[in-house]
């Protein structure tokens, strides 16, 4: 039986492994419940703003038999506070969220804060890393960024940004670029905090909104300029990326997002992805309202058919809600190792 980062680490390569991990990053799919903070005896907001807590909090998911990995920060604001949004840090029952934009238009961007990495909130997560690699236990820390097109859009109201994108190209991929760049140097910061593998969840860049043109125009190249800096800081660590919605529309271009796997909302058919997909992961795509909502056994049939639709890597849609029952989500993993593989599953799986 392999060990969960090795599985993961396989699975992300497309290795045979002995049967898919079961995680959840963090970031903007955050992995904690409230059933999570009082089982652990850690909360919010205190634990967005203390290493030791952020750290406890993420590894408190392993053993409760949640999830197999360790993923930080629990909110996809870490960057924008950096550059000057003001963020309310929320409660037991709420993530951190913007309240005030510090851009009325792409005017006015270059004059934005410098970005520190390894200071504020972005030097808490990072020590937080370090914690949590220095456990050492076999399970994998998975850092978090924020896609450039959602940082864009929590500096700037998402209609205007939208239609800048259009309007001012120029300007937009000049803003785009710089803040790709701010989040690469965080992930460059997390990765030599001890970050085995690097989630970027951009769930503003979906193809459903963009579309074609403007997802090749904006996503594409920023993505990829990330995951290529994040290749150059540590070649062994595993890159995943996540974009939200929809995404049919854009599927002849995912090739070319140089992640190691894909993560997909539930909207999306991990069969149709992979046609258009050969050599990558598939991570997904269990519904995230099943979970906060339904009841395990349909969390568990949801699982199994992420199982048989190809999943390399099976975790939740998008963002799991702070109520999911924990039932719910120990019925996840519960049913990825129980699952009985078929030939479709052998066929992806050999040592299975």
């Known amino acids: 039986m392999l060990d969960p980062l090795t599985r993961l680490r396989k699975a992300l390569a497309r290795q045979a492994v002995d049967r898919p991990p079961c995680i959840c990053p963090g970031g903007m799919m955050n992995l904690v419940t409230r059933e999570l903070m009082e089982l652990s005896g850690h909360g919010w907001p205190a634990a967005h703003a203390d290493p030791a807590a952020m750290a406890a909090l993420a590894a408190a998911a392993h053993p409760a038999g949640c999830f197999e990995n360790h993923g930080l920060p629990f909110c996809m604001t870490v960057e924008a506070e950096a550059l000057g949004a003001r963020v309310a840090m929320g409660d037991m029952g709420s993530e951190p969220r913007v309240t005030a934009y510090p851009l009325a238009g792409l005017d006015g961007w270059e004059d934005l804060p410098a970005f520190d990495p390894g200071s504020s909130r972005a030097g808490i997560v990072a020590e937080a890393v370090r914690r949590l690699a220095r456990r050492d236990d076999g399970v994998p820390v998975i850092a978090n960024l924020t896609g450039p ?93 996540h974009i939200c919605g929809k995404m049919h529309t854009v599927f002849p271009l995912l090739s070319t997002i140089e992640a190691d796997a894909l993560s997909f909302d539930a909207v999306v058919s991990l069969k149709k992805a992979r046609l258009h997909l050969p050599d990558t992961a598939l991570m997904g795509n269990v519904s995230t309202f099943a979970l906060e909502s339904g009841r395990p056994e349909k969390v568990a049939a949801l699982t199994r058919h992420s199982l048989t ?43 299975a």
Do not use: W
């Open 309 to 351: 639709s190809g999943a390399d890597i099976v975790a939740p849609a998008c963002g799991m809600g702070n109520a999911s029952p924990l039932a719910n989500v120990r019925a996840m993993l519960a049913t990825v190792r129980n699952h009985v593989p078929g030939a479709q599953d052998h066929a992806r799986h050999p040592l």
């Open 149 to 241: 097109l959602s940082l864009a859009g929590s500096l700037v109201e998402p209609m205007i940004l939208y239609k800048a994108l259009r309007r001012d190209p120029d300007r937009a991929r000049a803003f785009i670029d710089r803040l790709s760049d701010h989040i690469l140097a965080f992930g460059r910061t997390l990765l030599a905090a001890g970050a085995d593998v690097v989630a970027l969840s951009d769930p503003s860049g979906t193809g459903e909104i963009l579309g074609p043109k403007l997802f090749a125009a904006y996503v594409l190249p920023a993505v990829n300029r990330i995951v290529r800096g994040l290749r150059q800081t540590r070649p062994q660590a595993g890159i995943i990326v």
